[in-house]
């Protein structure tokens, strides 16, 4: 006969008296397992439940703490509740690992991070599905019961009700008086108050040397009204008042001083002394600006002026003399004189020399080293004859440019047959040079270009020119001599005067003068 387990409630067959009986998978096998399901799930909630219900001491590596359970929890799941005693105060925000299964936050209710816990403070977590949520959250904060108000009551970080003891003081009032009063410790409504000190005194009410007190000045005062005694006054450049306070009678005024006389003071201005009495007025000549000298004389290099009489203030009073030589370009450019720097263009160095430049040699430019000079200010005049009466013309007609400090270019446009011609050069290195310009201009014969230059001052330049030639005919080389001269204050004209159709190449000097 079919019968039920005593504690799992499941179905039994007698196999005596249910032999004969179909085998029913839904009954004996289906619902017996279910049960036992249900058991096992009801003995699993009631483990978990225990362990919820007892707490574990934590361990801490910082603000992360850990919490092991045994037996384990095997899953973290929303609901789940633990009990933990913290061993450690927390410094900043907290987090906890259950049984190994990953760090989670604690969060307050409102869901700010809990940062408060204290050492061997129980708590209660409520798991949410993503972190823990601290049950029953105490107070917390830094209040002590001596800065809250006598009667009233509040929580700190130990999370115990507190009753305030700070006294209630209420509206309090003092009166100032000859000794200092404290104000007492407590809370004061702000409705009390200090009275005022008193009086109406004022410092110059007041012995100097003493204190004092009142509405006017303040407090603690200093007096001010001066003890003056036999007061002596001595007349300056400024009226004075004879000093507030107490004089004896005995006092004096002294005389105005001094023995000057009109003569002696500037006209215009007046003037007081023991000689003529008080506020006269001056007769001095006022020599504001520039006057003339009443006479002049030279003493080896020094320039005498004789100022007339009066007065002078030595800033822009000046006494002066007038000479139409007396301007820059009458003197030497490098001297100073009187202030005045000389423009007068000045040779600094001239180098004269000799050289055969193409002597048995087929080279067309030829450089030559000379002293060294600055090549911006410095030209070149050449002169020359041919040693060779079989040479072409464009292998000896030569010209030249000083092309660097030491460097002096010689060229010509020779077929490249040597040449023994014997050039003498005078290199001329001025000091007074505004400028130099140079150039080369290719021109054909019996024609006359026009070059543009930077503008100068033709009344302070010079023009230098030298040539050489493309034409081979010896018999041309005087044709080749050109016209050169400055077409307007920035252009310059050379004229090749050679009735061959062959091309000559100019070279040009331009130097200014300061």
Known sequence: MASNTARFNLLKKDPITDGNDNFD?????????????????????????????????????????????????????????????????????????????????????????????????????????????LQGEGGEGTAIASEVLSGETFTNDTGDVITGTMPNRGAVSITPSTISQPILAGYHNGSGNVASLGGNAVASNVLTGVTFSSDSAGRAQSGAMTNRGAVSIIPNTISQNIPQGYHSGAGSVASLGGNAVASNVLAGTTFSSDSVGRAQSGSMPNRAGDTSALASSISGTTLKLRASDGYRDGVDDNVTITDADFIASNIKSGVNLFGLAGSLASIKSIQHGSVVPFNNTTTKIYSHTISSVDASKSIVLINYFPQSSNNDTDDIAISAQVTGATTLSLRREGNGQACTSTVYYTVIEFENVASKQTGSEAINGNTTDTITISSVNLAKSLLIVTFRSTNSNIASLREFIPIYYFASSNSISIRNNSNYADIAIFEWQVIQFN
């Open 25 to 133: 998978i839904a009954t004996m096998i289906n619902e017996n397992f279910d049960k036992l399901d249900a058991a096992a799930k009801k003995t699993e909630l009631d483990t978990l439940e225990q362990k919820s219900t007892n707490y574990v001491t934590t361990t801490n590596t910082g603000n992360s703490y850990s919490a092991t359970y045994s037996p384990a929890f095997t899953s973290l799941y929303a609901g789940l509740r633990i009990t933990v005693k913290i061993n450690a105060n927390s410094t900043g925000n907290c987090t906890i690992n259950v049984n190994g299964l990953g760090t989670k936050n604690i969060l307050k209710p409102n869901g700010s991070n809990v940062n408060n816990l204290k050492s061997n403070g129980v708590y209660t977590f409520v798991y949410n599905g993503t972190a823990f949520t």
